[in-house]
T-cell receptor, first 111, second 115 residues
Framework: DQQVKQNSPSLSVQEGRISILNCDYTNSMFDYFLWYKKYPAEGPTFLISISSIKDKNEDGRFTVFLNKSAKHLSLHIVPSQPGDSAVYFC??????????FGTGTSLTVIP | KAGVTQTPRYLIKTRGQQVTLSCSPISGHRSVSWYQQTPGQGLQFLFE???????NKGNFPGRFSGRQFSNSRSEMNVSTLELGDSALYLC??????????????FGSGTRLTVV
């Protein structure tokens, strides 16, 4: 049972434009969400997080939005750069216990 | 500081064999979590060890087991390998158990292929 879903396996965006990666979850008890970025042959690295008391968190070019009523979060990257090309995983947990990860979205930023 | 080290990086085994994977966490980190990554399934949580005790366990069969040593190094064992066990196995270390996501540091993984 996939509690965290990323329905778009891949996304292509022109350099300089906005990348929007989406994630849906089913468990209303999740209260902490994060995004990881993964390059080939490397482990995932932490990108940005958001707790359920917020609806937006921003860090430089990266912004995460949380819509609790829709059980949906999204990651916006503006402007997109070729170095952002990677697989992005969203994850959710209930008070920092086991994290449930999505299946990932492969982002390609075209120069 | 040194990152999370997983050995070996690549492994090929035949069905029915057993395999042991190793993970050395960041110095000072006491929690080690294991994940299985397969195409289409994302990262699936296997288990977490903290201070040599299994704290959380995912929904995997008993063929998957692990342990943690007093120096926080962890091993994961899979017995009676099946073709479906072919995956990238990732280890993540954190200072404490139940750490928030930013406290996780992943290793580069062990790519297991079962033939």
């Amino acid at each position: 049972d996939q509690q965290v879903k990323q329905n778009s396996p891949s996304l292509s965006v022109q350099e300089g434009r906005i990348s929007i990666l989406n994630c849906d979850y089913t468990n209303s008890m999740f209260d902490y969400f994060l995004w990881y970025k993964k390059y080939p042959a490397e482990g995932p690295t932490f990108l940005i997080s958001i707790s359920s008391i917020k609806d937006k968190n921003e860090d430089g070019r990266f912004t995460v939005f949380l819509n609790k009523s829709a059980k949906h979060l999204s990651l916006h990257i503006v402007p997109s750069q070729p170095g952002d090309s990677a697989v992005y995983f969203c994850a959710a947990s209930n008070t920092g216990n086991q994290f449930y990860f999505g299946t990932g979205t492969s982002l390609t930023v075209i120069p | 500081k040194a990152g999370v080290t997983q050995t070996p990086r690549y492994l090929i085994k035949t069905r029915g064999q057993q395999v042991t994977l190793s993970c050395s966490p960041i110095s000072g980190h006491r929690s080690v979590s294991w994940y299985q990554q397969t195409p289409g399934q994302g990262l699936q949580f296997l288990f977490e060890y903290f201070s040599e005790t299994q704290r959380n366990k995912g929904n995997f069969p008993g063929r998957f087991s692990g342990r943690q040593f007093s120096n926080s190094r962890s091993e994961m064992n899979v017995s009676t390998l099946e073709l479906g066990d072919s995956a990238l196995y990732l280890c993540a270390s954190s200072l404490n158990s139940g750490a928030l996501g930013y406290g996780y540091t992943f290793g580069s993984g062990t790519r297991l292929t079962v033939v």
